[in-house]
């Protein structure tokens, strides 16, 4: 399945404080660095000074574009910080995020996408944050609440395309989605990614554009990130004038 996170705020400030430094120390230390390695290693502790004094003069779609880099740029720590915090909730490996990026789509809110999730849908549907959730169903949800609890108690005995239909159904309601919400804010803010959650969505795989993360090699290639290393230079030559 796929986990769509939309998100309601990104100070992308703070990411760039955060993240860009660790990427550049990361590049550093490399053996074999490509061009944005030795780029970056070369800019050292200029690299994140100069790219906050860029988004002054940067529009929300390319801040944006900024923060879709530094998530690729960080893909493994965003999602074992992602699958750390989701075995504490749930159970270890009842939920593991395969791949983990963010989305831009201009004109629209940037989303943070988790893409090729394996779940154990028997050991969720009996996972205790599931339970909690349906036990918290109010009164006026009583119908709903009934239908939940007779889908737990029968869950060993449906096949697997109906468990992973019922489990998408619970993970999307709205009690057990505001608890993976707050879960999955907390790994990302846990690495640097200073976001705010609006809301979360859980698809089968392959039904919504997660599934097509972006290419982001690390190699400038793109004429944004060619844009984006001249920018850096000219901005660095300010800071020290």
């Given amino acids: 399945m796929d986990i769509v996170l939309e998100l309601a705020q990104v100070d992308h400030r703070r990411c760039v404080e955060v993240l860009l430094p660790r990427l550049v120390e990361h590049c550093a230390a490399k053996t074999q660095p490509n061009e944005l390695d030795r780029f970056l290693a070369e800019l050292g502790a200029d690299a994140a000074p100069a790219a906050c004094a860029l988004l002054d003069e940067m529009d929300v779609d ?7 880099w530094l998530v690729s740029a960080h893909e493994t720590r965003m999602r074992n910080s992602a699958n750390r915090h989701l075995a ?6 009842v939920i593991r995020i395969g791949r983990f990026f963010a989305l831009d789509r201009p004109g629209s809110r940037l989303s943070l996408c988790a893409a090729d999730v394996a779940v154990d849908w028997s050991a969720l549907l009996h996972s205790e944050a599931v339970r909690d959730g349906v036990e918290q169903l109010s009164g006026e949800n009583s119908i709903l609440k009934g239908a939940a609890m007779l889908v737990l108690r029968m869950s060993a005995h449906l096949p697997n395309e109906s468990l992973e239909k019922q489990g998408v159904a619970l993970l999307n309601s709205d009690l057990v989605k505001r608890r993976l919400m707050s879960v999955l804010q907390d790994a990302v803010r846990q690495e640097g990614l200073d976001v705010t959650l609006e809301d979360l969505s859980v698809r089968p795989s392959g039904s919504s554009s997660a599934a097509a ?6 190699v400038l290639s793109t004429a944004f990130e060619r844009e984006w290393k001249d920018a850096l230079l000219r901005k660095r030559a300010e800071l020290h004038q």
């Fill in 88 to 93: 504490e909730l749930l159970g270890r490996d």
């Fill in 213 to 218: 993360a972006p290419d982001l090699s690390g």
């Fill in 62 to 68: 390319r801040k944006d574009r900024m923060i879709v």
